[in-house]
């Protein structure tokens, strides 16, 4: 069976109250704890504060039109799970199997969570030093207009492609080579500040000068990253400190979780069954540095910034 972008909606709906908010039993809930009855399915006053919580945003606990629409959305939300349930959809098996991957990545997501709860964050003189180590993030940070490129590459052309790409005078010249060879190309202009960029681009694009650009090399792809221009908007440390923060925490959060995983794995046995041994003997690798990042699309090599600094 096939399920439906509504029905999806509905998995959704019923992962979300089934897994976090949980059945409560009705004998034993305090009355002043249910916030509201559907068709006699209660919700309760630590449902809303709970997804209150997943808000971030303290201002909005103590705000009663956002708790009033808070409230609201766990009442459709109930509608929908009772109807999914009266349809039966709570016996399909890709529904059930929807909720256990639900349970799964909230399992797993606690256990990270405690693991890092008791991480020491950095201290001001760690801050200062990465400040001072990434210049082109901060204290000579500029803001980017890009043109970029991602051409189709085939065994067949790639070799051809690349000799045309060293000779060619500028990205629109090269576009219309392409064009008249029926070549798929691609082109998206964007303006990205140095930190929405990958970390491994940044030095590289601080080193040109306005219309000079550099090549990523994947599979299938070769992607051309050209600066129109830039304007240099920098950031004092004291702007840059929750960033930096934010990023180192982040970072040492998953050496923590990928450390322990490493270590589970080690003394875990993990037996590998059918079609599936193979997997057993393939290493757990990360991508090795090259000469040229390697890159799908033109989306992953300007879209996926530097991640956590944000």
């Known amino acids: 069976m096939k399920i439906t972008r509504a029905q999806r909606f509905v998995i959704l709906a019923m992962s979300t109250s089934l897994l976090l908010i949980g059945c409560s039993d009705k004998s034993t809930t305090k009355a002043t704890q249910v916030a509201a009855k559907v068709n006699g399915d209660e919700i309760t006053v630590h449902q809303i504060n709970f997804a209150l919580s997943r808000l971030n945003n303290a201002a909005a606990a103590q705000n009663k039109d956002a ?23 709570d016996r399909d098996p890709r529904v059930t199997q929807a909720l256990e991957e639900g349970r799964l990545q909230i399992l797993a997501a606690a256990y990270v969570d405690r693991l890092t709860q008791s991480m020491t964050p950095p201290t001001d003189d760690e801050i200062k030093a990465y400040y001072e180590k990434n210049p082109a993030l901060f204290s000579d940070r500029r803001v980017y207009r890009l043109r970029e490129l991602a051409i189709q590459t085939t065994p067949a052309n790639v070799e051809e492609i690349k000799a045309k790409l060293a000779e060619a005078k500028d990205l629109t010249d090269l576009a219309e080579w392409l064009k008249a060879r029926s070549i798929p190309v691609r082109t998206n202009q964007s303006v990205k500040p140095a930190e929405q960029l990958p970390l491994e681009l940044v030095p590289r ?14 599979n299938n792809v070769i992607t051309l990253v050209a600066v129109a221009d830039y304007q240099s908007q920098p950031l004092t440390l004291e702007q840059a400190k929750p960033l930096i923060e934010r990023y180192m925490v982040n970072t040492h959060k998953r050496e923590m979780a990928e450390a322990k995983l490493k270590q589970l794995r080690q003394n875990a046995r993990i037996d590998y069954k059918g079609d599936y041994a193979a997997v057993e003997s393939t290493p757990v690798t990360t991508q090795p540095a090259a000469a040229e990042p390697v890159v799908t699309s033109e ?3 300007i879209g996926k910034g530097l991640q956590g600094l944000k």
């Open 67 to 89: 708790v009033n629409q808070v409230l609201k959305g766990l009442v459709d939300k109930q509608l929908l799970v009772q109807q999914a349930i009266e349809e039966k959809l």
């Open 205 to 218: 694009l601080q080193a040109l000068r306005e219309g000079q650009s550099l090549t990523l090399i994947g």
């Open 299 to 301: 989306q992953e090599a």
